[in-house]
């Protein structure tokens, strides 16, 4: 009886370390993400039905400071709360990236996607249908961006371009209203699903920790006492590279149709694009201009980060960056489409 115990223990415990051994290796078998995949888009009801597309607008944003933070509490009744952030700087080691520069990137994006678009079956509707129709005509906004774009907000700055200099059509969290409301949804019984696109282009990845850990005063008896104490640990770390996302500034893309609820298109998380654009990383802030020198004395947080390359790598980086964008937006339509 026991010997038949012992075997059944045994073979219990092989079946274990089986089941084991195999999620393990599933787990680092386990492909990463692909770029299709970070679209959260899973409750859409438009895009498995998408068959036309009109880009109403397209307004991009290019970092030129990034700021990674995170605020943390001590896992402890009553525990301490802090907080760190670390900046990422972006400089051009010739010259800067003129308007125009970023013009001509947001024209090639457009142009990509609708070209994207057709190549995989959905159809899509020309600048000139868009911008004739009752929709547009009346629609607010400013036509195309003044030359002091640059905005900031948060410890980030950016220059912001909008696709054939066009208007911005939606701002917001919340849908159109009014007879703005009405004349987009016949727009979209007009021309099909329509789209206003808010696209962030961001030139490195950020990210910081923060571990916080304290004690209290304790008195020890005879008049002495260890004293409260706090200690904090950072970790943090920068990849220059190309992040293609949502914007930072509670903008989204807007989809709607000529029936059905208007929807939010969001990312679960930011696109990477593979290929160094860098000259240099480094947190010496001796090697920028003064003009950033100055700004880093005044900064109350860890050591900034000096990102250097040159205008020509940078607009080709970005190029690539919003290619890859479209890419995996269309991979992800069709996707859906199919299913």
């Known amino acids: 009886m026991r010997t038949v115990t012992k075997l059944r223990l045994l073979m219990i415990a092989i079946v274990l370390a ?27 009801k438009i895009i498995p039905k998408l068959e036309r597309l009109a880009i109403v607008e397209l307004t991009v944003n290019y970092k030129l400071t990034t700021t990674a933070k995170t605020i943390t509490q001590e896992d402890r009744s009553g525990g301490k709360i802090a907080g760190a952030r670390v900046t990422g700087f972006l400089e051009f080691t010739d ?71 066009g208007k911005v059509i939606h701002k917001g969290l919340t849908g159109f209203a009014g007879g703005k409301g009405k004349r987009a949804m016949e727009f979209g019984k007009e021309f099909g699903t329509a789209a206003t696109f808010k696209v962030n282009v961001d030139f490195a990845d950020v990210m910081v920790n923060l571990d916080i850990k304290s004690t209290d005063r304790r008195d020890v008896g005879g008049g002495w006492y260890y004293p409260a104490t706090t200690s904090k640990k950072y970790t943090w770390g920068v990849h220059a590279q190309m ?91 069709v996707q859906m489409r199919k299913s």
Do not use: C
Not at 25 to 39: C, G, I, L, V
Not at 274 to 293: F, H, I, M, N
């Open 95 to 165: 010259s800067e990236p003129t308007q125009a520069d970023y013009q001509a990137i947001t024209d090639h994006f457009y142009r990509y996607f609708q070209k994207k678009l057709k190549e995989n079956g959905i159809d899509t509707v020309g600048w000139d249908q868009v911008t004739a129709s009752e929709f547009y005509q009346k629609s607010g906004g400013e036509e195309g961006e003044k030359e002091d774009a640059q905005k900031e907000g948060g410890g980030n700055k950016w220059v912001t371009s909008t696709a054939n200099k």
């Open 18 to 44: 089986s089941g084991t051994a195999l999620a393990q290796k599933k787990k680092q078998d386990a492909a990463p993400p692909t770029d299709a995949s970070r679209f959260n888009w899973d409750k859409s």
């Open 243 to 333: 992040m293609v996302g949502d914007q930072e500034n509670k903008e989204y893309t807007y989809i709607w149709a000529g029936k059905g609820f208007p929807e939010f298109l969001m990312q679960w998380s930011d696109i990477p694009v593979a290929g160094e654009y860098a000259e240099s990383v480094t947190e010496d802030v001796s090697k920028a201009r003064s003009g950033l020198a100055k700004g880093f004395a005044f900064r109350k947080e860890l050591d900034p980060v000096l990102i250097q390359t040159s205008r020509e790598k940078y607009i080709a980086a970005a190029r690539n960056a919003v290619e890859k964008w479209v890419d995996a937006f269309v991979t992800r339509a």
